[in-house]
């Protein structure tokens, strides 16, 4: 045999001594491809407190921990029973239930008015936004090295190519000496099958040639509408040149065939290959994931809820220098309510004893 097709490694350190590679036309990046989201599940407790980002939950205690304390400060029992009744007061608020309590100072009615308000827009987000969450629950987080994977349950597995290049980097890796512990040699076969393994039973983490791995998940890529169908770990294990040409050592048709590879890198046709088949680089990841309600989004609501704070507070001093009047009277219309009765026996007594015509004749 004279020349042979296909993807060789120069990282191979098993090469023939009496064959030699073409030019060098690539560079491999040797890596692991996981299922996507194959970390820890979240909690269930998680989806109750997602919905809303750091900064709104904290501008939510804030609020609340100011209205309680407000209440408790207008309150002229000073003792923790009062001031449980205003958290509870402040809860049922939120709650949206009713109360039956009637202020009757104005800066109170407009303080209370803006709480109202405020408790309408943040409990109704907050559905709308838990409604979203449970819908579409929370996705386990995604491996983002090498050491996710060996804390997993996944198998490691991979080809009969790649287990060379893992035992030479374990001479000098710790970490990599750990996979090869658990490393299982894949026997020869589709590697179609084994991404399918990944994407659908998700069982398995592979190591290999990532543009491969991407390679071989493209047709279940094309099912589920997805660019790529796993996760790739960011960063390479090792990077190794790679050409498609072996010829033999004293073959006459080295220089011509790296004339031809160097003619064909130069005008672009084999970086277009390669590309069609994938690149190197890390693909973007596809996620779905929650949005939590931020701030720059209801910052209006705390805007407003503060400047009827500070409205409700301008009435307080107004009150407080301008008190109202005690002795002001008001005049009152009182209206007697009317007994049917009485009414139906007095129009009785009023036509008894007249004389009733009905057809030429009286009835008495």
């Known amino acids: 045999m004279d020349l042979a097709l296909g993807w060789f490694s120069y990282a191979d350190p098993y090469l023939h001594p009496g064959l030699r590679l073409g030019r060098t036309t690539s560079i491999d990046c040797f890596g692991w491809g996981v299922p996507w989201r194959a970390g820890k599940s979240p909690s269930t407790w998680a989806n109750y407190v997602s919905e809303f980002s750091l900064g709104t939950w904290t501008c939510v205690i804030f609020v609340n921990i100011m209205f309680v304390a407000t209440l408790y400060c207008f309150e002229s029992d000073r003792s923790q029973e009062a001031l449980g009744i205003c958290i509870m007061y402040a809860y049922a608020m939120l709650m949206e239930q009713e109360s039956k309590i009637k202020n009757q100072a104005f800066h109170l009615r407009i303080f209370l008015t803006n709480w109202l308000w405020y408790?309408?827009?943040?409990?109704?987000?907050?559905?709308?936004?838990?409604?979203?969450?449970?819908?579409?629950?929370?996705?386990?987080?995604?491996?983002?090295?090498?050491?996710?994977?060996?804390?997993?349950?996944?198998?490691?597995?991979?080809?009969?190519?790649?287990?060379?290049?893992?035992?030479?980097?374990?001479?000098?890796?710790?970490?990599?000496?750990?996979?090869?512990?658990?490393?299982?040699?894949?026997?020869?076969?589709?590697?179609?099958?084994?991404?399918?393994?990944?994407?659908?039973?998700?069982?398995?983490?592979?190591?290999?040639?990532?543009?491969?791995?991407?390679?071989?998940?493209?047709?279940?890529?094309?099912?589920?509408?997805?660019?790529?169908?796993?996760?790739l770990i960011p960063g390479c294990l090792l990077r190794a040149h790679t050409t498609q040409l072996l010829v033999q050592k004293n073959s006459h048709l080295y220089n011509i065939i790296n004339n031809v590879l160097y003619r064909l890198f130069e005008t672009g046709i084999i970086d277009h290959h390669i590309l069609h088949l994938g690149s190197n680089r890390l693909l973007p990841a596809e996620k779905i994931k929650g949005r939590p309600l931020k701030m720059k989004v209801i910052w209006c609501t705390f805007f407003m809820l503060m400047f009827g704070y500070i409205v409700s507070l301008i009435v307080f001093l107004f009150e407080r220098k301008f008190p109202p009047s005690k002795n002001r009277k008001h005049k009152v219309t009182l209206v007697k309510p009317v007994d049917l009765t009485k009414l139906q026996s007095k129009r009785q007594e009023r036509n008894f004893g007249q004389r009733h015509f009905y057809k030429g004749q009286y009835l008495w």
Do not use: W
């Open 119 to 231: 408790c309408l827009i943040i409990t109704t987000a907050y559905r709308a936004s838990l409604g979203s969450f449970m819908t579409v629950p929370a996705h386990a987080k995604d491996f983002n090295s090498m050491t996710d994977i060996l804390k997993s349950d996944l198998k490691i597995v991979g080809g009969p190519d790649v287990v060379k290049i893992l035992e030479q980097t374990s001479k000098t890796s710790e970490i990599s000496r750990k996979f090869l512990a658990r490393f299982q040699t894949l026997p020869p076969q589709d590697f179609e099958s084994v991404m399918n393994q990944t994407v659908l039973v998700r069982d398995i983490a592979v190591f290999g040639v990532k543009r491969f791995l991407y390679y071989h998940s493209r047709p279940q890529a094309k099912k589920i509408k997805v660019k790529i169908p796993f996760r």
